[in-house]
Structure formats: structure tokens, C-alpha cells
């Protein structure tokens, strides 16, 4: 019996509904292909990636970085209205300082006694990560339009970005890297534009996504690829992959159907563009499951960890990609979430900030672990960094922190210059910033005025990765207005 025009696109919607969740919707986040990528980086040499961690709800980086020296550490405390304490001063959001063998030393100034801190007790990794020289701190940066102070801020809202303290605004803001309106395209997609000719096989994007739709690796014609975090997500009742090797059984007859229908002609153009990337999310699982089914890890990462799932899926990833010489630059997207913390940030329960800095912590550690020398052995070509909307108020609103600006964000990986603190963006506020509240740099409840612009932190980034600076002016379109286009921590 024929299979009429019509039903044949019934049977492709309804399988497509099957798909959502999996193999061809890595695909589907943006169906637009229109446009040219930026020149080619067809220079690059040996593997790189960059793994971006995204800490969505404002991270409150203020109590994952603290001064150790007396005078800058009894700053902090009090903006933070005190040490916790849930006996005598429940709002208090301040950590106790801990003993002197905790410090960390600012290796930029390693004589100075003010150059001392000390991480959240909560990161006992990171602190031996950065004192082994591995992670970097990026302290006080955000959305910018220019490089401004408390004044430029008082005299006109066009000095600043639009939507400030808002969860949706900045986090579009941090994933394009840019803080006006009219720009939709993340900077991750946009690299991936220029990376995408250098690599071997071009029918695998650039971007890879273990959390879903995002915005950051959305580029003029790169579309992340979306996997699990358990890896990919195989249609139901089908041959995966396919071809059916041989048979008549229902699944063979359904597979052979679909085949069909993703090889026929349509003259709307939805329905086309629909069936085309439903083709190259199957053909994607062809290509990667038989390999990535057979890649293996000797690190242990840490269970019931979302976070240290989705860097294994990651690690797994770039074994395979290295193996298999698909590519020689490429850009992944994790998640963690839950730091909106508004209400109980310091009750010690299972989701304050402490229990999310030990996630993130641990996930982290053991993803450095996996890119060693006797596992992935990519420790030298790989840099982890995380985004954030924004800081906290540094004041206490009685159980929790609100919405701030600045924050602090961390890279880590063997080419990073690490065991140090970056806070000097070449503008008018630098070095770690004044926490008294108001400060110069600060409002009246601790939100930071940043003193390095998002451009710059990301076109650091952008530039290990092989993007030239005449390129990360196009991606970044603010870039000219900063003082330094490459902070130097990578």
C-alpha cells in the first residue's frame, strides 16, 4: 500500500514529536542558516576547546572570593552584615576567616600582605587547582557599554547596560557578550563561525550543548548540537543507527519509512528546512554512537553531581573528537543552577550556597582529572570557564543576597596562567574592588560597578582559541572601547 503525500508528512510531524527530547532535535534550536560566517580560521593548529560553565542565577561570587588580609577582610564582613551565625546572627552572610594555611596568594603580587584571600571552605579543589597554578580568577567583571564610574552611571542610562539586575537581560548580555539590544547571536556561535572551515569534519558543529537551547553558541551559521548529559538520545521503536541491518520487523519497516520521508522533496519550505535538519540529527547519531558508545573514562566523577554529569558527557566528547579527528577547535555548554538565592544562602541545608559551591567544586575537579595525562590527555588544550548573570548584594537582606553587578568568574585548564587574580581591565576602576558600601565603585547595598567589561573577558577567551583581534572586534563589538582586548589569563 502507497503512503500518500499526506501522510507521509503526518508520520514526519509525529516522529519529530518522538524526537524533541533527542537525537534530532541537537539541531533544532535555531533554523535559520542564512548569512556568512567570519574569515576563516584555517590556521589553527593541534586541538583546542573551551567549556563554558553557566551558573544560572547569580552566582554569589563575593563569598567564593574573600580578602584575607585583617583590614580588607573586616570590610567585607561587615558589608555582609556580619559572620553567620544561626544562634546570634542568622542574617549575617559573612564567612569566619579561616586559619593562615588556607590563604592564597594573588601570584601577580606575591610580596603585597593585601594580595592574601581565601576561598569558600566549600571548594577545597579549587583552592588546590589555583595554587598549583592551574585556575585564574577574573575578579569584577560584567555587562558594560563602556568602561564608566559612579558619576558616568549618575549622568545618563545610556552608560550602562539596558535591564540591569534582571536574570533574563544579563544572561542574554554575558552569552553575547554584548550589552544593548539588537544583537541575538552569541559569541560562542560567532567563534564557532570563524573555527567551523578548520575542522575536519564539518558535519559536526563547533558548539556542542549538554544543557539544551542557549543562546552563547548560536552563531550566523552554527547551531549547537544538543546532546544528554547521559549522551545521545536514540528515537524510539528505530533503528539507531541506521539503516536497519537487515529484517522485516515493524522497526525495520518504520525506519525505512522515515528514510523516505527525509529523502523527499517538499515544496514548503518549512516542511523542507524541517525534514533537513531532521536528516542531520540523524546522521549525527550515525556518526557519533557507535564511537562514543565505546569511549571510556578511568576518572571517577562524583554521583548524584548534575554538573559532574554533563563535564563526563564533555570529557567523553573530546576523547572521541581527538580519536576521530573531528575537529580541532570545538565549544561545549553546561549548566548548573539553583543560585538565586535570595532566602537561605548560609542555613548549611543541601541547597545553600555552600552545597552548590561543593557541586561545583567537585564536578570541576574531576572533570581536570579526566583531561589527564592517563585519561583524555588534553589538559593543556582544554580551558573550563564559567559565566554568571551577576554578583550579589553584598548586604544581607536577612536570609539571603539580591541582585548585583559585578562578580568574579574562574578559568581553568593547563594554558591558563593561573594562581593568579585578574582586576585590571584598563579602565577607570581596577584591582580588586573597594567592598565598603558606598564605595566609588559601589552602590548603597554592595552591587559592584564592574571594572572588566564581559567583551574582554570573552575575547580573552576567543583569542587562545586561534580568533584574531581584527575578528574579535567583529564578534565584539564594544571591544574598542576597553582598554586591554586580552586580560592575559589564558
Known amino acids: 500500500m502507497g503512503i500518500s503525500r499526506n501522510s507521509r508528512r503526518d508520520f514526519l510531524r509525529n516522529m519529530g514529536c518522538l524526537a524533541c527530547g533527542g537525537t534530532a532535535a541537537a539541531l533544532l534550536p535555531q533554523l535559520h542558516m542564512m548569512g556568512t560566517a567570519l574569515a576563516d580560521t584555517s ?41 553567620y551565625n544561626a544562634a546570634s546572627n542568622p542574617g549575617g552572610l559573612a564567612l569566619p576567616l579561616p586559619a593562615a594555611s588556607a590563604r592564597i596568594v594573588d601570584g601577580n603580587d606575591p610580596s603585597s600582605a593585601t594580595n592574601q584571600y581565601f576561598l569558600h571552605p566549600a571548594m577545597p579543589e579549587m583552592t588546590t587547582l589555583f595554587n598549583q597554578g592551574k585556575l585564574a580568577f577574573v575578579v569584577n567583571a560584567g555587562s558594560l557599554v563602556k568602561p564608566i564610574t559612579m558619576a558616568d552611571y549618575t549622568a545618563n542610562s545610556a552608560n550602562y547596560p539596558q535591564q540591569l539586575f534582571s536574570h533574563a537581560d544579563q544572561t542574554n548580555q554575558w552569552q553575547q557578550a554584548f550589552a544593548q539590544q539588537g544583537v541575538t547571536l552569541g559569541w560562542g556561535g560567532q567563534c564557532g563561525d570563524t573555527l567551523k572551515p578548520g575542522n575536519a569534519n564539518t558535519q559536526l558543529s563547533p558548539c556542542i550543548s549538554i544543557a539544551g537551547a542557549n543562546r552563547f553558541q548560536v552563531g550566523t551559521n552554527t547551531i549547537p548540537y544538543q546532546m544528554s548529559s547521559g549522551g545521545l538520545t536514540s528515537l524510539s521503536a528505530m533503528c539507531n543507527p541506521t539503516p536497519c541491518a537487515s529484517g522485516t520487523s515493524n522497526t525495520s519497516v518504520r525506519d525505512k519509512a522515515l528514510q523516505i520521508l527525509l529523502g523527499d522533496t517538499y515544496a514548503n519550505d518549512f516542511a523542507g528546512g524541517y525534514a533537513a535538519t531532521f536528516k542531520r540529527g540523524r546522521d549525527l547519531n550515525n556518526l557519533l554512537s557507535a564511537g562514543l558508545g565505546g569511549t571510556t573514562l578511568t576518572t571517577t566523577f562524583p ?81 573550563v570557564f564559567t559565566m554568571s548573570e551577576f554578583a550579589r548584594t553584598l548586604q544581607s537582606n536577612g536570609s539571603g543576597s539580591d541582585h548585583g553587578w559585578g562578580t568574579v568568574q574562574m578559568a581553568l585548564g593547563g594554558g591558563v596562567h593561573g594562581g593568579r587574580l585578574y582586576s585590571n581591565g584598563g579602565g577607570p576602576i581596577t584591582g580588586f574592588p573597594n567592598q565598603a558600601l558606598n564605595a566609588p565603585n559601589n552602590f548603597s547595598r554592595g552591587q559592584m560597578i564592574p571594572g572588566i ?37 589564558v
Open 303 to 383: 554521583p548524584n553531581n548534575s554538573l559532574a554529569a554533563q563535564l563526563q558527557t564533555v570529557a567523553k566528547m573530546i576523547k572521541l573528537s581527538v580519536a576521530q579527528n573531528y575537529a580541532t577547535r570545538q565549544i561545549y555548554f553546561v549548566t548548573m543552577g539553583s543560585f538565586d538565592l535570595h532566602s537561605g544562602m548560609m542555613t548549611g541545608g543541601n541547597s545553600d550556597h555552600a552545597a552548590l559551591l561543593t557541586t561545583l567544586s567537585q564536578a570541576l575537579n574531576a572533570f581536570w582529572t579526566s583531561m589527564g595525562p592517563t585519561d583524555v590527555n588534553a589538559q593543556n588544550n582544554v580551558t
Open 43 to 83: 590556521a589553527a593548529t593541534g586541538y583546542k576547546a573551551l567549556v563554558c560553565v553557566y551558573l544560572y542565577g547569580g552566582n554569589d561570587a563575593w563569598n567564593m572570593l574573600v580578602p584575607f588580609d585583617t583590614a580588607r577582610y573586616n570590610t567585607y564582613a561587615t558589608s555582609r552584615s556580619g559572620v
Open 453 to 489: 567589561g564581559v567583551e574582554q573577558y570573552a575575547a580573552t577567551l576567543a583569542q587562545w582559541m586561534g580568533i584574531s583581534v581584527s575578528q574579535c572586534n567583529t564578534i565584539f563589538p564594544n571591544l574598542t572601547k576597553f582598554g586591554a582586548n586580552n586580560l592575559g589569563f
